[in-house]
Structures are given as C-alpha cells and as structure tokens.
C-alpha cells in the first residue's frame, strides 16, 4: 500500500473513535503498523509519520476509553517520535491529542499548558487550519471555565487562520462561537454581527446546518430584543432548514421555539398544539432532557391559563412526566422549577398539604443547588488559577528562553548559535579562503600598572566597543579577546569572496579610531599593532557549559606572528594576504574598467572605497616557528582614482 493509502486508512479510524468502535480502530493501526514496516517502497520518512499517526492514534483510544494514563504514556511516545523527526506539524498535534486527554479529564490547566506549547511552534507549521484549531481549543477551554473575554480573544486570534485557510465551514462554526459568546457578554449588536456573517458562508456553501443553527440564533437575539415578528421569521427558517436535512431533533426544537413566540403574543392553544407536536418527534429521538423541557413549558402554559380544572389537572400530568426525567437526570435545578409549578398546581385547587410539601421539596432543591452551584464557582475559580497559572509560567520561561537566546547570540555567531539551539551537538567545518585580525595593545602591562581597575576595564570597553561597531560593519565576525588582544575573522561562518578587502578596511578604520581614543584621568593614547593574514581555517563549538567559537590551523598562528612582529600604529600583513588583496582587487578592476566603457561620459570615477588600499613591501624578516617571510605594510590609498593606468598600479 502507498503512503497516501494507509493515512487514509488512519484517516477513516476517526468517526470510528467517535463513535466508540475502539477494536476496529486498533486494528486499523495495526493493519497500518504491519504495512509500513514491511513495504519496501516506503521511505524513512514516510514510515516514521505512520509511525507517529498510529501511536497518536491509539494514545487517542486509551483517552476515550478512560484510561487516561495509558494515553499520557502512549501520547508521550507520538512525541517523542515527532521531535526526534523535528516534525513541528506532528508535534502540535500530539500535543493537541495531550491537550483534549486533559480536557475529557477536566483539567483545563492542564489542557492550556499542551495549547500553549502549540502556539510556541506556531511559526513552524505551516498548516493555518491546525493552528486555527490550537486556538479553537483555547477558547473552548476558557468557555468552560465560563472566562468569555478570554474565549472570545482566543477565538478572535483563531480567525486569522482560519480565514488563510477558506474552509468556510470550519470558519462559518468560528463565527458562530464567537456570536454565542458575544451573547454571553451581552453584546447583542456583536452577536448578530457574527451569526448573520456565519449564515452568509453557510448559505454560500450550501450548509443546511449552518444556516440552520444561525437562523436560531439570530432568532433567540431578536426575541430578546422584543422584536417577535424577526424572531418568529428565523425560526420559520430555521425550522425548514432542520426538516430539509432530516434532524428530527432539530425540528423539534425550531417548533417548540416557534411555539414561544405563540406564547408571548397570547396564542396559548396554538402553542400547545406546536409544543404537542414537538413532543410527538423527540419521541424517537430518546432526547430525554429536551421532553422534559417541553412538558414544563406545557405545564406553565396551562398554569398561567387556568381556564378551567382539566387545564391543572393536564398541567399535573406535564410536571410529573417532567419530574420523572428530571430526577432520573440528577437535574436539580429544572427539578426545583417543575416543583414550583407543583406548588402552585396544589395552591389554585387549595390543597394546602400537597402545596406545602412540593415548596419543601422545592426549597431543598435550591439549597442544594446553591450548594453545587458554590462547589462549581470554587472549582471554576480554582481553574482560572490554573490557567492563568499555566500562562504566567509559558510567559516567565518565553521571556527566560528569549533571554538566553539573546546572550547566545551575543556569545556565538547567529547562525551557529542557532543552530545549537534546534539540537546540533557537533560543530565543526573547514573553511578555504578567511582573512584573520589580530590586534594587540602596545606597552599594555605598564599602562595597566599606571590606573585604577576600573579605569583600565573602561577604557578596555571603550576601544572593543568600537571594534566590534566596525566589525558589524564591515561584515566580519569577532572570535575572541585575550587581555588586550582582539580576533576577528572574515569568511566564517558567513563565506564572503572580498573577505581580505573587508578585514583590510576595518583594520584601517581601527587605526582611525584609535587616534581618537585616550583612556584613564591622564587621558593617555593608546597605540596598537594589527597583522593580518589569509588562508584556510577549521572552526567549530567546543564546550558544553561556556561554549566558545574558536578557530585552528596555521593561519591563525600566522595573523598571530604577523600582529606580534609588527609596530605600533601599523597593519603588517602576510605575501598570502598582500596577494588575495591584490588578486581580488584586479577582479575589480576589470569590472570597473569593463562597467566605464558602458557609460554615456568617462568622467565618471572609476573606483570604489574597496580599491583605496596599498600594500607596501617591508622585506624579508624572521618569523617565530616560520623563519624568513616577506611582509608587507598595509596602507590606504588616495580615496578616489578616476585614470585607469592609476587603477592598475593600486596593490
């Protein structure tokens, strides 16, 4: 079987789940484990995500089962493969599945915290719709705990995605969340504003169900609102909606709806009649909670009414059907309402014995009603705690995490320090072609000996600040400082062709701002030596604590020769280096003489700042561990050359 195959097969465990066939969903995993570690034709790749489906999978089942700790552990194990696979896609969605293991287990902390970490990887993952779900989930999780403002500005962050996405029936149901929990808060306008936007996709699309549930809603807006004859028009199409899929259920509950419009507006037989009707469907339907509902508001229609002994003798029958279910249901408090008609039910026939006993029963009811209602409210208070909890903390380790992220960056190259962050452990590359500075300060031990501490660490700040200014500037990356030694290399890890002119030009400028720098009360000069050399190197991480980037190879030690050999207030560079300058700088040349001939007017300058360098010929001298070298002086040139004979005697 194909890769494409086989998810489809996992993909068809799911309404099975749903519907509570766990066998037949763990033999669909097996099935699947079975073919992707004997089909050849299978990548590595292909088999480690079926790998991760099937054990998501089946962390799944063990949720819906109810065992919640095989879940964890087997959800645990889907993890783990998905980040050993640095599969951002399927981490999120094992940490999703962790998330609703929480939910079914009402720990909506819990819950919040696996969301949480979703959202972190957001930047990774490129499908809109699973992270438009990650929010989703969010704002179901502070509906629970009855947080609106926080579920609406979960849900609102949702939107976005989903609206990337054009799946306008996963955004049509958005709307309508965002629509019921605008009603929460009160916000009528809001409300119909995203019900009527809900509606609008699912007429759009052809969802019957979507233009259903909003017709509803929109009704129950507008019957608050007083305006019964709008109210009554979205039932009526709400109603045909149900009746055209076939959701009995549905229909009854469009008619039952109707039939309080009927009420309100003082028709009572015909709302009688509309709520017998409804009745009659959920029959079929074993809706229980919503019979009971429709018998009470029988019952209360009749009470009012009471034209007549048959109407509270019907009322009776309603409000004892109704309490059977009711008591069956542990529901408290629709018992305690059915009672309260009870009473009244006894009171108008005057049996004051029966009347008493139904408004004890009835007073029991609230009592313990208040008392649930108090637990919930502890419970609902201790989960915003959780949460809010579970958010302080992401947001205290986010902040940590950026932190560290940013003292990496500042202890290692960016590229490389990220690249430690994502999980490499060995760093290590060899590089061809870098130019090396090496800096030292002259006379630095007597100078140290002649101020304060402090004074001495200033001023050593002030002159490497500037040093790594330039460096930034001129694109080279700075390795390390010893004392009063300063390392920096061009061509690592960033690879750059002018890596010599780049280290020439900064070499330059730091003896231009060394000019300009004194440090101490005495205001003393400071003068340096600078060498600099070209060649191959090898540079890597080393530690694991206090990591360093560093480099190795010959060319180091010689930029070291070069700089310890050289005099103060100069740049002494290797033949090596002197040559890539002067072979880069013909490169230029060339395209600055080829660029001139296709210009309208010759007394356009021919070169750049690159071009103003001079290496001058210092002879042969004794090297330490190298013996004779000849070296050069490295000098800047004029700053603008426009004749092309001029051109080519530069380096």
Request: one cysteine or more.
């Amino acid at each position: 079987m194909s890769a494409a195959s086989l998810h489809a097969r996992l993909d068809s465990a799911n309404p099975m789940l749903e519907n509570g066939a766990y066998d037949d969903v763990d033999s669909i995993c097996d099935e699947v484990d079975y073919a992707a570690d004997s089909d050849a034709s299978l990548t590595d790749d292909e088999r480690t995500i079926l790998q991760i489906r099937t054990t998501k999978v089946r962390g799944d089942t063990f949720s819906h089962r109810g065992a919640y700790e095989r879940a964890t552990e087997t959800l645990n194990e889907a993890l783990r493969l998905a980040e050993h696979a640095h599969n951002a896609e399927y981490r999120v969605i094992v940490q999703m599945a962790h998330g609703n293991n929480a939910y079914r287990q009402r720990r909506y902390a819990d819950m919040v915290g696996w969301l949480m970490r979703c959202v972190e990887l957001a930047d990774e993952v490129s499908n809109l719709a699973l992270m438009a779900g990650v929010y989703c989930n969010l704002g179901v999780t502070s509906w629970e705990v009855s947080d609106y403002t926080k579920a609406l500005s979960w849900y609102e962050k949702a939107l976005p995605f989903a609206e990337a996405t054009q799946h306008e029936l996963f955004l049509s149901n958005i709307y309508t969340n965002i629509g019921n929990i605008y009603h929460q808060l009160e916000d009528l306008d809001a409300s119909q504003l995203y019900h009527e936007r809900s509606l609008t996709l699912g007429q759009r699309i052809e969802s019957t169900d979507s233009i259903g549930t909003a017709h509803l809603h929109l009704a129950g807006i507008q019957r608050e609102r007083g305006d019964l004859p709008a109210a009554f028009n979205h039932y009526q199409r709400a109603l045909e909606a149900y009746q055209t899929v076939g959701d009995t259920r549905m229909v009854a509950v469009a008619m039952s709806s109707i039939a309080n419009i009927h009420v309100d507006e003082g028709r009572d037989d015909e709302a009688l009649e509309m709520k017998q009707r409804a009745l009659d469907l959920l029959a079929s339907t074993n809706d229980e909670v919503a019979e009971a509902k429709i018998l009470h508001d029988m019952a209360s229609i009749l009470i009012d009414r009471n034209t007549s002994s048959a109407d509270l003798e019907t009322a009776e029958v309603y409000l004892r059907r109704s309490i059977d279910v009711n008591t069956t249901l542990d529901s408290k408090q629709r018992l305690a309402e059915d009672y309260e008609w009870l009473e009244k039910v006894h009171t108008l026939r005057n049996e004051w014995q029966s009347a008493y006993e139904a408004s004890r029963i009835q007073r029991d009811l609230v009592a313990a009603v208040r008392s649930e209602s108090a637990i919930a409210n502890a419970r609902m208070l201790e989960h915003r705690r959780q949460i809010e909890s579970s958010e302080r903390d992401r947001q205290v380790k986010l902040a940590r995490f950026q932190e560290q992220e940013r003292i990496f960056h500042n202890i290692l190259p960016v590229s490389i320090a990220d690249r430690l962050i994502e999980g490499e452990t060995t760093i290590a590359e060899s590089y061809d072609h870098v130019s090396i500075f090496f800096s030292d300060i002259v006379g630095f031990t007597t100078l140290a000996s002649q101020m304060s501490a402090t004074d001495l660490v200033n001023g050593l700040n002030r002159i490497f600040s500037e040093f790594d200014r330039l460096a930034v500037l001129h694109g080279l990356e700075k390795i390390k400082t010893i004392g009063d030694a300063y390392m920096a290399v061009c061509g690592v890890p960033v690879r750059h062709d002018d890596h010599a002119q780049r280290v020439a030009h900064f070499a330059l400028d730091v003896l231009a701002v060394m000019n300009t720098i004194t440090i101490g009360p005495q205001n003393t000069p400071v003068r340096i030596r600078i060498g600099l050399h070209t060649g191959s190197v090898v540079a890597g991480v080393i530690g694991t604590q206090k990591f360093a980037y560093d480099l190795w190879g010959d060319t180091v030690n010689v930029a070291s020769r070069m700089e310890s050999s050289g005099e103060a207030g100069r740049v002494h560079v290797s033949e090596a280096f002197a040559s890539e300058l002067k072979s880069n700088t013909e490169y230029i040349i060339q395209n600055a003489i080829k660029e001139s001939r296709t210009q309208e007017s010759h007394e356009v300058p021919l070169v750049t700042r690159n071009l103003s360098l001079v290496t001058i010929e210092r002879g042969s001298i004794d090297i330490k561990g190298k013996g004779p070298m000849t070296t050069y002086w490295l000098e800047g040139a004029l700053n603008a050359v426009t004749d092309t004979a001029d051109l080519r005697s530069i380096c």
